[in-house]
């Protein structure tokens, strides 16, 4: 068949397959070097790099844990110092937090969501590769200064006013304070990709009901950072500012109050977790309904579910404040809502349960991941319903008790299933197969370490064990658990490390995997692992929530797209119908010129104020240099 | 694999319009992220102000004068606005160009009357908590004047160039001009919550 | 693991300071109410377990069994569902009650401040009818039986008060005062902890709540208003020549000298108390010259600093701090 040329340009009309993909890659691929890799703007480079350098932050988080073991294994050790550690454990839950849990989910997301919902990129791409360099430049900001002795010490809350111009002197929690900016800047612009990206990028037919509930889950989650994240970056900001330019924001004596603050940080702070968890709840309904060989049971109770959690987590910050001394009917108001959070979360749980019970469930290492998860999250989010009770968090609070709670359910309800998901999604992100005899062993180390490690905890807490202390007496009844639980640690850490293993030597000599390894039924799958820079040669047509769980009915696809431009579709946002084609910006170095700008700016600031008016100057040009036009084809209508 | 073409785009159009475009729905996403900012920094306000023994605290309410006259002129900016947004609706180069001059001058009024703002305040950000959250607030809006002031510089220069006649520079232009509305909007609940909550 | 954890759980009976040991009528509603719970919740995570082995065997079985069909799922998971809102909902008024319980009464026998600061309480006896007010630190005595009311505050950072054994914990937050309602109901000694983050030594802030019989009580308080004994002694009044002569009484205050500090705690009383520096080493003439020689060592970052004395000057103060019983 003969190509179809017009005025502007080759249309994929009736185009022979290999000349289809060769003109496609001309198009899309990055240029080959370090230039090419500086100036990519495919999601699946970027999400690929952010999810690497995520994990990255989980083996360095993971070793200041296992410092903090080493410290706590006896009583009265002096392994560190106080100073010292308390500058791991804000580290520790720093980057835990910024910089391993939320930007690993939202990696996934970038990677995921466009090929999930059937696009060729995700919306505004040089926003997300700027999204990436910040991350980056935050996360570097934060281990160099821990590297020269300026980590912030002050918790991964940093209250005021231990954390304010009075109690904190020199740099280290306005390092705090702005790693912060860095990393909501970051995770913003995902979250504005992301929700712009399933609104109107979905593959023509993907009305709302036909959404792959890991999508709806990174749609909620989305909303989530956009409505919580201002919240930190104005407390933030404004810690900033008591600390740089003597406001009073947080200072009783001159009419500031300590308690906003905590209202401000939980305010962000509780959405947060479950910025955390949702996504995650979207890797297992995908590893659940693939490994059960049937859709995942209650589509609408699940959707429901997510977006009641997502509403119901702006309504519960003050359960963090319980013994701050606030009005006790208005607490007892926190306890209700708290525990009313168990509605939804149990639905999803029963749900699950059902769609194994109704299924044929193969049990393969992603598998295995999702019912540990369950074991263990259920454990979790009971230890939440126990601490949402008033009287109950009095005596548990700042306790190792919580301690082993958000251990519960960050570990295993939300680090188990992006494992599962690593396992899952692997074939389809490097092309190869991760080994299931390592992904048997790694589970079963970190199963079982992860639980010897911290349900002692909870025991702990009960004792008396205050948490964020660097030591404590021998005379306290707690140096057999904490020996336990160190020693337990190191299982965890080797599965961990066995799990790293696995993930490396497979990326380079795993066994080859075709296009759907695990007989799968969403759209990522219909593509070859790893997809081509285009993502699909033609974008699909989508007829059912599971476009690929029926064989002999092949997908529908799509004609009439340009070649020899960048171009996608746009559809509604209910029914998906296609509205226009539109075009999808090429490789650029100004996000990184970009980025650049702003972290000299944003560091520049910790300093003095002029900062941000001289370091303005650089970004206004990057940013013009960004949007100006280039006459490239994609810039054509 | 066999394929059903079930869909043929080709005479759908190269760019969308409107609802359409991806960037229509970016500076909506932006402007949630900002408008929470913005109720944010009035719940600290009040917050603040129940936490405080009286208010203002150690000083006389603002005066009305600069604050109003701006809010004034805020207001009547919505006028050229509307129409550019509705020039670059129709795709009209000239009238576009035009009212993008109009709307650059006019986004230079309020950050005149802004520094008269900042003294009719009575109050510094360092003496108190009623000074810091005052100036922020003033400080956060005059930014977002700022930023769209700057964007619609840039937007009337590209107009000029050979890059202007294009469907995606008139998108630009009316995303611009949904902005600057939000600009707007949002002062009038911090004006009303600046100006007159302390003089309740 | 449940062999470990019942070990432990007795263990922990034998110290002083475990929310699972109450002694005192809060600690004891508390413990109540999370013993409840916590047996709940077990009975709900073996359901869920029971639940999910069933499923995964299930699954696993021959094809032949026969699915379950759409709706009884549908029926079995909305009933699930209604029993877990009628969980959450009871265990939503079971903690509202509890909480009424531990409210601070209007008839509070005794109040009590206890001011913290990095990383010590300080702790503050009203005076009542012209009686004198006095201050000690670190040690609070309670009449056993009664209720006390404990006012909160905070000269610096957030702190939080907690003494496991007798009540859950209360922060103390700078700018604002909060309340506590303590309470034993058997004579002994109760140790707390800082419970809230509060800088380098938030790991050495423990307090000691001592109960005791009234009578005791009442003695207790009468010594304390008393000023600090002269010392009989020669070394120790040389000691307190040198301490009177050195840095310590820009700190610290002993009433009946000329010493009125108030950066550090009173030391009026200090030979009585169970132990110094918040818990960190018990009273004794050795552990309070070692404190005094090097506090730093002993407590890194804490706000004493190490005074130079000679080895004879050492020894007479502490003689000295001893004799302030
Ligand atoms: C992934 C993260 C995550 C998740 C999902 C949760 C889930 C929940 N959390 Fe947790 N939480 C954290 C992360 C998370 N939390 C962190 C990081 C902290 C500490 C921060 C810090 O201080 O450093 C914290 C602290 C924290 C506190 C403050 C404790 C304190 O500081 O004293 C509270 C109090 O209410 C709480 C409650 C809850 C509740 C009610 C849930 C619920 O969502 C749980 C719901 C789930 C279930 C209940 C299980 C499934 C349901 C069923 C099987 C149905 C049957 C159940 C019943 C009938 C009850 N959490
Ligand atoms: C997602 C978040 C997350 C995760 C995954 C973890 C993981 C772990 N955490 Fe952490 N934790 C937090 C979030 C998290 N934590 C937060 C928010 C806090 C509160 C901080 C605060 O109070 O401010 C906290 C606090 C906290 C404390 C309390 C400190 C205190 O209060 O004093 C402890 C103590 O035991 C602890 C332990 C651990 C351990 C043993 C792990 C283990 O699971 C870690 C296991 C992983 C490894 C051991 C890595 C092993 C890998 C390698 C060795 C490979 C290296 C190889 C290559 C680079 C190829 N954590
Ligand atoms: Cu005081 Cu911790
Ligand atoms: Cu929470």
């Not at chain 2, 964007?151 to 001009?177: C, I, Q, Y």
């Amino acid at each position: 068949m003969r190509a179809v040329a017009d005025r502007e340009g080759v249309r994929d009309t009736g185009m022979e397959a290999v000349e289809l993909d060769r003109r496609l890659a001309a198009t899309w691929s990055t240029p080959p070097g370090l230039w090419g890799a500086l100036s990519t703007v495919d999601h699946k480079i970027i999400g690929r790099r952010y999810i690497v350098t995520a994990f990255v932050f989980l083996a360095l988080g993971g070793v200041l844990a296992l410092l903090m073991r080493l410290q706590l294994a006896q009583p009265e050790a002096r392994f560190v110092g106080p100073d010292r550690y308390n500058q791991i454990f804000t580290m520790h839950g720093s980057n835990m937090m910024f910089l391993f849990a939320v930007p690993v989910m939202q990696a996934m997301a970038i990677y995921l969501v466009p090929l999930m919902v059937g696009t060729r990129n995700i919306a505004f791409p040089r926003l997300n590769a700027f999204s990436y360099w910040m991350y980056l430049a935050g996360g570097l900001l934060l281990w160099i200064a821990f590297a020269v002795d300026t980590g912030p010490d002050v918790g991964w809350f940093a209250y005021v006013p231990l954390s304010g111009p009075q109690y904190a002197a020199g740099k280290r929690a306005d390092i705090w304070a702005q790693m912060i900016t860095f990393t909501e800047v970051s995770a913003l612009a995902i979250a504005v990709e992301i929700v712009v990206t399933v609104f109107k990028q979905r593959a023509p037919g993907m009305s709302l009901d036909r959404i792959p509930l890991f999508v709806w889950s990174m749609l909620v989650t989305s909303f989530l950072v956009i409505l919580a994240m201002p919240a930190i970056m104005i407390a933030s900001t404004s810690l900033i500012l008591d600390r740089l330019v003597g406001t009073h924001f947080f200072n009783p004596a001159e009419g500031g109050d300590v308690l906003l603050w905590q209202h401000l940080f939980w305010f962000f702070g509780h959405p947060e977790v479950y910025i955390i968890f949702l996504p995650a709840v979207g890797m297992v309904s995908s590893i659940v309904a693939t490994f059960t060989q049937r859709p995942v049971f209650g589509y609408l109770a699940m959707v429901m579910a997510l977006i009641a959690t997502g509403v119901l987590a702006f309504g519960l910050w003050v359960h963090h404040m319980f013994v701050a001394g606030l009005p006790r009917l208005g607490e007892s108001f926190f306890t209700a809502s708290s525990m009313a959070i168990a509605v939804p979360a149990g639905l999803q749980i029963f749900c699950w349960l059902a769609t194994i019970w109704a299924g044929r469930p193969i049990f393969k290492t992603p598998f295995l991941f999702v019912i540990g998860f369950i074991v263990v999250f259920v454990i979790g989010g009971l230890t939440g319903v126990m601490v949402a009770s008033v009287p109950f968090d009095t005596q548990v609070h700042d306790t190792y008790f919580v301690v082993a709670h958000f251990h519960y359910v960050l570990v295993g309800g939300a680090v188990f299933p992006l494992l599962g998901a690593v396992y899952y999604w692997f074939p389809k992100l490097t092309g190869r197969m991760m080994s299931e005899t390592l992904g048997r062993w790694s589970f079963g180390l970190i199963f079982s370490g992860f639980n010897l490690t911290f349900f002692p905890m909870h025991i702990l807490g009960l004792q008396g064990m205050p948490r964020r202390i660097y030591t404590y007496q021998p005379e306290m009844p707690w140096s057999g658990l904490n020996m336990f639980i160190s020693l337990s640690g190191i299982v965890l850490a080797a599965g961990f490390l066995l799990f790293f293993i696995d993930a490396i030597r497979s990326a380079r000599s795993g066994p080859v995997a075709p296009a759907n390894p695990w007989g799968a039924s969403t759209l990522e799958w219909a593509t070859s692992s790893p997809p081509p820079s285009y993502n699909f040669a033609r974008l699909p047509v989508i007829e059912r929530l599971e476009p690929l769980s029926d064989r002999s009915d092949p997908l529908g696809i799509v004609e009439g797209l340009y070649t020899d431009r960048r171009e996608l579709l746009i559809t509604g946002v209910v029914e998906a119908r296609a509205q226009a084609r539109e075009s999808s910006v090429g490789s650029s170095i100004w996000p990184l010129l970009a980025a650049l700008a702003t972290s000299a700016m944003l560091i520049w600031s910790i300093f003095t104020p002029w900062a941000v008016v001289w370091g303005s100057i650089p970004i206004a040009v990057a940013l013009i240099g960004w949007f100006w036009p280039k006459g490239d084809p994609e810039d054509e209508t | 694999m066999k394929h059903d073409v079930v869909l043929d785009v080709t005479e759908l159009p190269a760019h969308g319009l409107g609802t359409a475009s991806l960037s229509w729905w970016g500076t909506l996403a932006f402007m949630l992220i900002e408008g929470t900012g913005f109720v944010l920094s009035i719940v600290i306000y009040l917050y603040l102000m129940s936490v405080a023994p009286r208010w203002p605290l150690d000083t006389a309410p603002p005066d009305l004068l600069a604050g109003t006259t701006l809010t004034v002129v805020l207001l009547v900016s919505l006028i050229p606005n509307v129409f550019v947004t509705r020039w670059a609706r129709s795709q009209d180069l000239r009238k576009v160009r035009m009212g993008l001059i109009v709307m650059s001058l006019v986004g230079v009024l309020p950050l005149i009357l802004r520094v008269f703002e900042f003294p009719a305040m009575h109050i510094k950000w360092d003496q108190n908590a009623y000074g810091s959250i005052v100036w922020v607030m003033l400080g956060l809006h005059t930014t977002h004047i700022l930023t769209d002031l700057g964007e619609t510089v840039v937007l009337t220069s590209l107009m000029f160039t050979r890059h202007g006649d294009n469907a995606r520079r008139f998108g630009d232009v009316a995303d611009n001009a949904m902005y600057w509305n939000f600009v707007v909007l949002t002062w009038l609940p911090m004006y009303v919550c600046l100006y007159w909550v302390p003089r309740l | 693991m449940g062999l470990l954890s019942t070990g432990a759980l007795v263990s922990g009976c034998n110290g002083s300071q475990s929310a699972l040991n109450p002694y005192g009528a809060p600690a004891i509603h508390l413990e109540n109410l999370i013993i409840g719970i916590v047996a709940l919740s077990a009975m709900i995570w073996l359901l869920v377990m029971v639940m999910l082995v069933l499923a995964l065997r299930r699954g696993r079985g021959a094809e032949t069994e026969g699915r379950t069909s759409e709706g009884r799922l549908t029926m079995t998971v909305s009933a699930a569902v209604a029993v877990t809102v009628a969980i959450i909902a009871g265990m939503t008024i079971a903690s509202f009650f509890t909480t009424r319980s531990i409210g601070v009464p209007q008839s509070a026998a005794v109040t009590i401040t206890v001011r913290a600061q990095q990383w010590w309480w300080q702790v503050i006896y009203a005076g009542s009818d012209g009686t004198p007010t006095f201050q000690t630190a670190n040690e609070i005595h309670i009449p056993v039986g009664q209720d006390i009311r404990l006012q909160l505050e905070s000269a610096d950072v957030v702190h939080s008060f907690w003494v496991p054994s007798l009540a859950g914990k209360q922060d103390l937050v700078p700018g604002r005062s909060n309340d506590l309602l303590l309470r034993a109901e058997k004579p002994g000694i109760y140790r707390g902890q800082c419970a809230e983050f509060c800088g380098l030594q938030h790991s050495h802030m423990a307090v000691m709540v001592v109960a005791e019989a009234p009578s005791d009580y009442a003695r207790w308080i009468t010594s304390q208003r008393a000023d600090a004994m002269m010392p009989a002694d020669p070394d120790a009044a040389s000691g307190q020549a040198a301490f009177l002569a050195k840095p310590c009484a820009a700190c610290h205050t002993v009433r009946g000298t000329q010493a009125t500090g108030t950066t550090g705690p009173d030391l009026t009383h200090i030979g009585s108390r169970q132990t110094i520096a918040a818990g960190l080493l018990e009273t004794t003439r050795g552990s309070l010259a070692a404190w005094i020689a090097d506090p730093q060592t002993l407590k890194p970052g804490n706000n004493m600093p190490m005074v130079p004395l000679t080895s004879i000057e050492l020894q007479n103060i502490s003689a000295y701090m001893e004799s302030l019983k």
